[in-house]
């Protein structure tokens, strides 16, 4: 799982998608995370009333303290899912990932190109791993914590809506893809199709 420095000769781009300026793609990127996050909270109401979120019953400063750390987890699980995706990048043998923010999107991105399954690797990584992480520490809180982390685990998957479709729209490209994800958009290159 190599990435390259440089595009190989006879590759040219045969798709792009950049979530900041195809209004289209970024509009069906975000109904994916609402739909995503319906289907996680509607049956979970069945089993955790959303009610004990709100529980006084331990006084103003626990009901206080559940919702500074919800905003609080939310923010470093942002930092922390990004960090993954740079991580991924590094054992694919980037060199170099850039971080950012755009004001709607958090990114890490590199200069580097990527072979389809690094890059499935890459786009999944954090989903994967924060997905297993939350999943075990979830059932060992109390109820009234039980919101809290699971809404960090909404935001973990509802969140990974983009690396979902592009997944699901590279899987389906030729199997010499390379991939360049310059942070909010991507370029996807294969040997000249005639």
Request: net charge positive; proline share 3%.
């Amino acid at each position: 799982m190599m990435s390259l420095s440089f595009l190989p000769e006879g590759y040219a781009e045969i798709y792009s998608v950049d979530l900041q300026k195809n209004k289209k793609i970024a509009l069906l990127v975000n109904l994916l995370a609402v739909l995503i996050a319906a289907v996680m909270v509607v049956p979970m109401l069945f089993v955790i009333p959303i009610s004990s979120l709100f529980s006084m019953e331990k006084g103003m400063l626990s009901y206080l303290l559940r919702f500074a750390a919800l905003l609080i987890f939310m923010v470093i699980y942002m930092i922390l899912h990004e960090l993954v995706h740079g991580i991924a990048m590094k054992i694919c043998g980037t060199k170099q990932v850039k971080y950012g923010f755009t004001g709607m999107y958090a990114f890490a991105g590199s200069e580097d190109y990527y072979g389809k399954k690094a890059y499935i690797f890459i786009a999944l990584a954090p989903v994967v791993l924060w997905g297993i992480v939350i999943a075990l520490i979830n059932p060992f809180v109390g109820q009234e914590w039980f919101w809290v982390v699971y809404f960090i685990q909404i935001i973990n998957l509802s969140g990974a809506a983009g690396d979902i479709f592009v997944t699901v729209k590279f899987s389906r490209l030729p199997a010499d893809i390379l991939i360049r994800d310059y942070g909010v958009g991507m370029r996807v290159y294969s040997k000249n199709l005639k």
